[in-house]
């Protein structure tokens, strides 16, 4: 009786000793707890570098580089900044980090001859020194922000050439760079850039909500690209388009429907899209066929919710209908330092906009910030314009 008394006695620690040992393995495999504060990013597009603005802060013909470093300082001091108690995400917030720059394309200018414009290889210099090397914002792990970007109509055409006479007929160097930044490779040069197979498309999963980066529009051969991405999204994650072009996209971005489908300075078609243009043979002819095409699309993949673009060079908060009405897709147009609509007469009207994704809520708020309210007080702080909060559920 005593030796099995002693028996237990004995090995009651040794369970004991096994089971901390387990439960503490246990809690070493435990995963991480899912990060479901709110992402924030800053969209901004059509940088433009190469062409000057008429007026800019008391001087005139300011060159893109001076105008762009602008923003970019403005941009830097968001941190700092309290957002507007107007009923968005995080309204009446300090903002502290954020996590990522998207950039809409056309960073840099058609390199047109007439416009004595400079070249891509140039305008990617002083896009890299602004954005890349100049841009001080943090993210949530204090580390620098991401910038994702997609390339414009303005880069592919250096690529490809142009009906009106460019000097250099062509440089790739910014649609190389772009694909080297966002597939982290070191591979693409002006010289061994092919714009017929490397193209621009890839996707992020932030917050809860996968995004497509695509190369201009979501064409045919885009819509290829993202049908097989979408095939490992599930049909109940909100998809977000991020595109140069407005869902409502110019004619004579795509490919030239007639003779050998070349770019000439009688059709004029860009070329800037692979698709064939089917809906006529000039670019006067709306492309009712192609927006059609997109609409099914949305409505076989009625997760995606919202679409950023460039291009129109206007800040605007809208719903995208379709040539028939029949869909109903949130958008955000986004202005252009350099060629703005409306800001490139006022110069008080130069936007970027704000944005926070709240994973908890599937909700994203975007914010006009008026980054230049007044051009005599460079320093003066933003200013808050437009505001909307779209559903992503």
Not at 351 to 370: G, Y
């Amino acid at each position: 009786m005593k030796n099995k008394i002693t028996r237990i006695l004995y090995m009651a620690p040794l369970a004991a000793l096994l089971f901390t040992a387990c439960k503490k393995n246990d809690d070493d495999n435990k995963q991480p707890e899912e990060d479901l504060s709110p992402v924030q990013f800053v969209f901004t597009s059509d940088a433009h570098y190469g062409i000057t603005r008429a007026a800019f802060q008391g001087k005139t013909n300011v060159d893109a580089h001076t105008v762009n470093a602008a923003m970019i300082a403005k941009i830097n001091g968001l941190p700092e900044v309290t957002l507007p108690s107007d009923g968005g995400l995080n309204a009446g917030q300090k903002i502290g980090s954020i996590d990522y720059l998207f950039e809409g394309g056309d960073i840099a200018n058609r390199m047109e001859v007439s416009a004595k414009v400079q070249t891509a290889a140039t305008s990617w210099e002083q896009f890299k020194t602004d954005y890349l090397q100049n841009l001080t914002i943090k993210n949530k792990k204090n580390q620098k922000a991401e910038v994702l970007m997609v390339p414009g109509n303005h880069d592919v055409s250096n690529s490809i050439g142009y009906y009106a006479t460019m000097s250099p007929l062509l440089d790739a160097t910014s649609m190389a760079n772009i694909y080297n930044l966002m597939f982290n490779v070191t591979t693409k040069s002006a010289a061994n850039f092919d714009p017929k197979k490397d193209r621009i498309n890839f996707s992020r999963d932030i917050a809860g909500v996968h995004f497509c980066f695509i190369q201009m529009w979501p064409d045919s051969s885009v819509r290829i690209w993202m049908e097989k991405d979408l095939q490992v999204v599930a049909p109940t994650t909100p998809v977000i388009i991020v595109a140069h072009d407005q869902p409502a996209v110019v004619s004579n971005h795509f490919t030239n429907p007639n003779g050998d489908h070349g770019i000439n300075n009688t059709d004029k078609f860009d070329n800037v899209l692979d698709e064939i243009f089917k809906s006529g043979k000039t670019t006067s002819v709306a492309d009712v066929i192609e927006q059609r095409a997109f609409v099914a699309f949305l409505k076989k993949h009625t997760n995606i919710k919202a679409y950023l673009h460039g291009h129109a060079h206007e800040s605007k908060f809208y719903t995208y209908g379709g040539p028939d009405n029949d869909v109903a897709l949130a958008t955000v147009g986004a202005d252009s330092p350099m060629k703005g609509v409306v800001s490139a007469a006022d110069e008080t009207k130069l936007s970027f906009h704000f944005a926070v994704l709240d994973p908890k809520t599937q909700t994203l708020t975007v914010r006009e910030v008026l980054w230049n309210p007044e051009p005599a007080n460079p320093s003066a702080a933003v200013k808050w314009g437009n505001m909307v909060t779209i559903k992503l559920k």
